[in-house]
């Protein structure tokens, strides 16, 4: 039956939140899916918040805009703060547990905390808390696994980052850990 | 010579920095071990007897954050 | 026990939306101090333009117009020429006042309106994120520049102080910079002499600031202001270009 | 007071100036050149201040900077500087800053030609500037009422904060009437507390500007300048009927071309062919009431345009489908002549017997 | 060729540079500004040049000189911008010189936002500028639809020697989707010896003009002008219709919000509403035609622009009386949600009932 | 028997729709013959500004473009990068280049635009009827500066060639006249001199041509060559501004 | 009965047609009638040939352009080639026959012919020709005096011109006389 | 000294007089006894044998109506 994933990714600028959405499009579309990606976009986002909409469907896509979320992934408070509604019921939040002290009040959510900062500092790279939380969000919804989402890497982060691989290989597969 | 005080309005510091290269003591810093409502490492100084305020870290700080007093 | 510098009152008591370490921030305040120590800040008239500035109307604790991208000369013209008792002036940058408000620029300057301009050149448009501005130095790189800017494709900087000087209708021009408290210092002191000369009736006025875009330059903001230095000032060199001789 | 024969720019000039404007922005283009050239020698000698701008966009962008000051302003070119002129009215649109803007249009795309045309109808009644806005339209037929309808539009731009256009063309600009100035009518009109004004207020900081960054403020905005929009519609319609009860055909025609129209009409009276015609006065808000009642003995509706059709397109949208909407137009600076008009008439019959 | 994950901003110059385009002259603005900034890397890299202007005026002006040239050439900006370009569009129809400009539009009047809108539909639509001329306006939904029509765009542009406009709005800018480049189709293109060639073609002086300073030459060219328009309306209207047979309602929309009225229509059929969909993607020329068969169950259209309604207008013509028209449009760079236009049909259905 | 000065080839043998004594006329057929004796007729695109010489296109025997008020530099730009290889000049009145072309003007020069722009100033607005220009002298009277342009309502005029003399991009910049013999050669040797840096490649050329506007001048065409030498030179001065160092 | 007179005044730029106009259109407006007066305009006219529209009526005056004159006065040659067509079957034609060689070809019309120039510098002010037409003019079509054009005379020149009224009085009186 | 001749391409003057401002010989003058094609008194040379070629009247036409020759 038709599959659609629509995510809401949401954090500082400096989170990387817009790559983590254009690697989950990228590797759908490797996957053949049809894919879209939607950015904020503005001078308020200047040391502000940025996120992104991400629709990967293997139906034509609609709008766009992801109205009621199936998944919102939040890296810090303002961004909780923010979406918390725009969850479809039954939809799941996964939290950064490690920058947002409060827990999710809906009920008719499923919601997943998960330091992704201090697990990314552990595996030597606090930078890489968005692939931790990547890891998370796949094993979580399992459309996409290990390899499709490195794969992706590369094309988003360009062949230079390359070297940077093996460091984010050992993020993401932390995050799946995270969320197994 | 002149001994002076600067304080911080904390948060709407954005660890920019620039008063630490005006400081002609060095005696400021950004602290890493806070983060400030905005989200930065805000800039303090120790050594407050070592300021001599002359108040170019001031002169430096677009977001109007310090205040400088002499005693 | 003497406060040797305390925030001025001319700037509202909200965040500036600047980035971190943007001089832009150093240029408000030094604007609204002048216009407080000169007694003008009641009766002043901002005119913000379209560039990271656009909010400048929300800080400078006076009546402000929004202007469109490059007109704020213009506006202030229209404005003065009703407003005779308030001191009218624009705070605009290189984008808009050097590339699309050239001849607005050009003309009141010519025309001698007796308004005051604080021009923030930081040699990029930095709003719309880090385009070659007409004031982008050879070789720099920017978004639409990314091979550096080449003399043969795009030519050379506009030194807007040096041209503008050559019209008869200017009263005050010169340039300045706020890299470092010394040029801080002096660049106040230009400022004011800016906003003197509106009130003494001379006519037009402007300030050129070299100024820093840490985010579009890619740097921190403490290498923005050694940049400033190497790069900016060898090319905009700075001093006055005009004043009215005292009477 | 006694009648003048007065230039239709210069009459222009003489009404704003008695209806208290106060301050005149322009540059020179054929054929409105007369109106600033009359605003340069009168409006000193009226407390006034005249300023040849750099350009079009200097000069609408002083008229911003003026009338946010409070001060009645107006500004005047032709078809191409009128075009240049669209981002600053949108400007003002958004800003809600009252103006006057005087278009006497030439034929175009382009440089085209200086001669009269109505090539401008769109721009001026759909906004040829960037969004959502609409600025009232009024288009003179004769020197009197051009007198009469700038006066007026003080009053409306000011009533509404609102740039208020006056489109003419070539004809209108250049030619030779009498007139005769009214007192311009006193209607109550609000305080200008909005603007900036010669000393602060104490405590109340104003702001001239458009800039809304925040969808969530922005949409009331333009939903608050729409609700405005519908007031005018509502109330600042103006237009005129005639002869189109029992009319074969009724014309649809504004500012010159309406003359012409009156003349078929006489012509085709002697010939037993009854012709009405209805007058838009402001193409925005457009008359569509007036196409309420339509005699059953009408066949047709016949725009006539010096232009390839353009108000053609909200005499469609008035007539809804009940009637055949007939064109009949001249380009490039050609002014109708009544027989061509007559002779459209009668074969519109001929088709429609 | 593979698929891409592209944005749209840098989809169109990629679908440029593929149609050939060697010269781009632009002026940065939100939110097209990855367009400029592609086109400065990429078009040196195909043997073209990239020139930033000192303004839309400066950008426009320069596309006249190297369009008059005989090269493709490209220049794009939003709202704003584009209104300070209307002069030079109405010079470039008059010319009659081919070009693509592209506007990925925001919120406006004035400065407005930078958020995604439809504003500027009766700017684009009406020609915002100066005098009698039309241009073609295509409006993508999709990254693949904008590519695809970019390299269409240069083709109608050469074809009838006329300036062609992309409108889309800042969610087409901004957005990825996956793109395919298909090899532009080739229609066959006439000579552009009209064109000031590399070197002077001895006996053949070439003008680049839009003067026609007597009456009878200017009425000439504007009907040529009008000529080539009914061609271009009887052979390039596009337009996609979906759903319509026997739907209760039909929804007129273009763009992005076309897409959010699709999700609506998934949404009705779950509850036994049939919403169909007209989808102009030539808003000028206008599809009529697509109005033409109504079903009999179908009680009314609904139009849902990102506007205070615009396009309105163009369905009121072509709907000519026969069914209530309906509106439902958000403004201020909000972008409609799928329930809204679910909710807007359940309350019209329920006044039809 | 020889022929020392007969009708250029380069015109179009059409009358002139110029006044009597204007000008523009000798100004029109130096740069014709210039072109002529440079062979570079042939191959030269003219861009014709909207004036009263909105008409050159049809005068001299070239390709031409007619452009819009303004900005025929910015037309010139956009059609010299596509014809590389054919002299791009652009013929403009005073206020079409010095006021509502300012930007384009000013750009086209920074960039330094490999183009030749003849700029004739005669101080007015011809073709319109007589307006008040940028380059208007101070007291002197023009339709919308009845009462004779003042310094506090309308300011000073505008120098072009002074002020495009401060912009790096600028290879040659020179201000002639045409009111008499001796200036009119002088005027050729100027304008060849522009169209040789211009195939030189050197960059962005320009030659103002004071010009007299008899019609809208009240005067004689006899009288206007006087007020040249009387009213214009004093504040216009001739001379060279700029030229490119030859090696 | 209705009476509306349309003429079309036409010669070269420097012989005053435009004035000529003026006046009639002024004495028109005094003497209570409805007038219109409109001129041609644009660059062509630099040192051209111009003209202007003229109705004076007692009804309303509906397209102040004339389509078919009653009346045309023609100052040049190029002027009589251009409008000869334009005046109505047994409407008046009056000719400047100082710089006019020609005769009017149509037979359905009548046609004056005065040498105007001449007259005017006979009574000493060679540019008084368009006042010895506007002479001829009121005598040919009765609905001026003499009075009527002088009192326009002052208005439309000025009054600094009003040393020139005894000449052109003269000049006026001559053209009645030669219409007479 | 050299003599010359000048010949007027007389319909296409507009009798403006700038060549007679520009004759050293003050040999030009308007022929008020003629009115060429376009309606004006055109430039004529009578003493021709007074002209020195100096071509300085063709310089000056606006009109390029001029043609200078040296015997
Ligand atoms: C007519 C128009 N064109 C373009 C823009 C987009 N725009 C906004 S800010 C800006 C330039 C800002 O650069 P600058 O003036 O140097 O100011 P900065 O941000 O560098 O301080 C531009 C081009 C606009 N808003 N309006
Ligand atoms: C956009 C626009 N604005 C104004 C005009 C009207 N106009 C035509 S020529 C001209 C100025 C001519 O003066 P100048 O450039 O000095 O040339 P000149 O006639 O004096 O030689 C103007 C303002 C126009 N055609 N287009
Ligand atoms: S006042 Fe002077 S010494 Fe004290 S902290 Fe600031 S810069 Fe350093
Ligand atoms: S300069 Fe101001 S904002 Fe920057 S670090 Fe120092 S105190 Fe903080
Ligand atoms: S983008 Fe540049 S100019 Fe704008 S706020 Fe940031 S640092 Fe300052
Ligand atoms: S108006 Fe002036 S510039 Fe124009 S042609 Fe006549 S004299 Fe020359
Ligand atoms: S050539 Fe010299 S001397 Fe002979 S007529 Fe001409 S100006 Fe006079
Ligand atoms: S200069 Fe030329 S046009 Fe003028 S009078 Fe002499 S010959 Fe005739
Ligand atoms: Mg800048
Ligand atoms: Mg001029």
């Known amino acids: 039956m038709a599959f659609t994933e629509e995510v809401i990714f949401a954090g500082f600028g400096g989170q990387g939140v817009l790559s983590m959405g254009r690697m989950v499009a990228y590797a759908g579309m490797v996957k053949g899916m049809n894919v879209s990606w939607l950015p904020s976009y503005g001078p308020e986002m200047r040391g502000g918040t940025a996120n ?27 961004s909780l703060d923010k979406f918390e509604s725009w969850v479809k019921p039954g939809g799941k939040i996964l939290v950064n547990s490690s920058l947002i002290d409060r827990k999710v009040e809906r009920e008719d959510v499923e919601a997943y905390y998960y330091p992704v900062n201090e697990v990314a500092s552990e595996c030597g790279n606090a930078k890489a808390a968005n692939m931790v939380m990547l890891g998370a969000y796949i094993k979580q919804k399992g459309f996409l696994d290990e390899q499709d989402l490195l794969g992706a890497f590369v094309k988003v982060f360009g062949e230079d980052k390359k070297k940077l691989l093996p460091l984010n290989e050992k993020a993401v597969a932390e995050g799946i850990r995270l969320a197994g | 010579m002149a001994s002076g005080k600067v304080t911080f309005r904390e948060n709407s510091c954005k660890g920019c920095g620039l008063c630490i290269t005006a400081c002609p003591k060095n005696i400021i810093f950004l602290n890493k071990n806070k983060i400030n409502l905005k989200g930065y490492n805000p800039a303090t100084v120790e050594k407050m007897e070592e300021c001599i305020g002359c108040g170019n870290c001031a002169q430096m700080c677009p977001d109007l954050v310090i205040t400088v007093e002499r005693l | 026990m003497s406060v040797v510098f ?65 007109r704020a000369a213009a506006v202030a013209t229209g404005a003065k020429r009703v407003l005779k008792d308030r001191t009218v002036f ?23 309106e007796n308004i005051t301009i604080i021009y923030v050149n930081n040699a990029i448009y930095g709003m719309t994120g880090g385009q070659m501005a007409p004031t982008t130095l050879v070789g720099q790189q920017a978004t639409t520049s990314p091979y550096g800017r080449s003399v043969e494709l795009q030519g050379y900087p506009i030194r807007v102080a040096e041209m503008l000087a050559t019209l008869d209708g200017t009263a005050f021009i010169e340039r300045v910079a706020v890299n470092k408290p ?48 190497e790069k900016m000032v060898p090319y905009y060199p700075l001093g006055n270009f005009k004043t009215p001789e005292e009477k | 007071m006694a009648k003048l024969l007065m230039k239709g720019n210069e009459a222009v000039g003489a009404a704003a100036i008695k209806a208290g404007c106060k301050y005149f922005f322009g540059y020179p283009i054929t054929p409105q050149n007369e109106l600033p050239e009359y605003m340069a020698r009168e409006l000193p000698k009226n407390g006034g201040t005249f300023l040849q701008a750099e350009s079009e966009i200097g000069a609408i962008n002083m008229v911003y900077g003026a009338s946010g000051a409070g001060a009645r302003v107006m500004t005047s070119s032709s078809s191409p500087g009128i075009a240049l002129k669209q981002e600053g009215i949108s400007y003002l649109c958004g800003a809600e800053l009252p103006c006057v803007i005087v278009n006497m249009s030439r034929t175009s795309p382009g440089l085209g030609g200086i001669q009269p045309a109505q090539g401008d109808y769109f721009m001026a009644t759909r906004g040829g500037g960037n969004g959502d806005y ?17 006066m007026e539009a003080f009053n409306v731009a000011d009533a509404y904060r609102t740039p208020v256009v006056i489109l003419g063309d070539g004809m209108i600009g250049q030619m030779m009437e ?41 949409e009331p905005h333009i939903q608050k300048l729409f609700r405005k929009y519908d007031v005018i519609k509502e109330k600042e319609v103006r237009y005129e009927k005639y002869n189109c009860d029992g009319a074969d055909i009724v014309a649809v025609a504004y500012g010159t071309v309406s003359r012409i129209v009156r003349n078929a009409i006489k012509k085709l009276e002697s010939e037993g062919i ?20 339509i005699s059953p003995e009408t066949k047709a509706f016949l725009t006539v345009e010096m232009s390839a059709g353009q108000m053609i397109d909200d005499v469609k949208i008035a007539n809804a489908g009940r009637l055949p ?13 009544p027989v061509e008009i007559v002779d459209k008439v009668k074969e519109i019959l001929g088709g429609a017997k």
């Not at chain 3, 037009?204 to 940049?227: H, I, K, Q, R, Y």
Request: include cysteine; charged fraction near 20%.
């Open chain 1, 52 to 78: 992104c909409n991400v629709i990967v469907s293997d139906e034509l896509i609609g709008s766009p805009v992801v109205a009621e979320a199936d998944t919102l992934i939040v890296m810090n408070r303002p």
């Open chain 3, 6 to 70: 305390e925030r001025t009152e001319g700037i509202n008591d909200i965040p500036f939306h600047y980035c971190p370490g943007c001089t832009h921030g150093i240029i408000h305040r030094l604007v609204s101090e002048s216009l407080v120590e000169l007694g003008l800040l009641e009766d002043a008239v901002c005119v913000s333009s379209v560039g990271c500035s656009v909010f400048t109307y929300n800080y400078f604790d006076c009546d402000a117009y929004q202007a469109s991208h490059g």
């Open chain 3, 90 to 112: 624009t705070y605009q940058g290189d984008g808009d006042l050097a590339a699309i408000g050239t001849a607005e620029t050009v003309h009141a300057a010519a025309r001698g």
């Open chain 3, 182 to 229: 010394a040029n801080v210092r002096k660049a106040k002191k230009a400022i004011k002499k800016a906003f003197e000369v509106q009130t003494a009736g001379k006519g037009f006025s402007l300030v050129e600031v070299l100024s820093t875009c840490p985010t579009n330059w890619g740097m921190t903001p403490a290498d923005a202001l050694g940049w400033v230095d």
């Open chain 4, 134 to 150: 609409y600025t009232p339209v009024f288009a003179p037929a004769s020197i009197q009422e051009t007198v009469d309808l700038v």
């Open chain 4, 178 to 218: 009498s007139v005769e100035f009214k007192e311009p009518d006193k209607r109550s009109l609000p305080q200008k507390d909005w603007a900036v004004q010669p000393h602060r207020v104490p405590g109340d900081k104003k702001l001239i500007n458009s800039l809304y960054i925040k969808p969530e403020e922005m």
């Open chain 4, 274 to 293: 009854r012709l009405g015609l209805i007058r838009p006065i402001t193409l925005w808000p457009f008359p569509f009431e007036a196409f309420n009642e």
């Open chain 4, 325 to 337: 909407v007939e064109f009949y137009g001249r380009l490039g600076g050609v002014v109708p002549k």
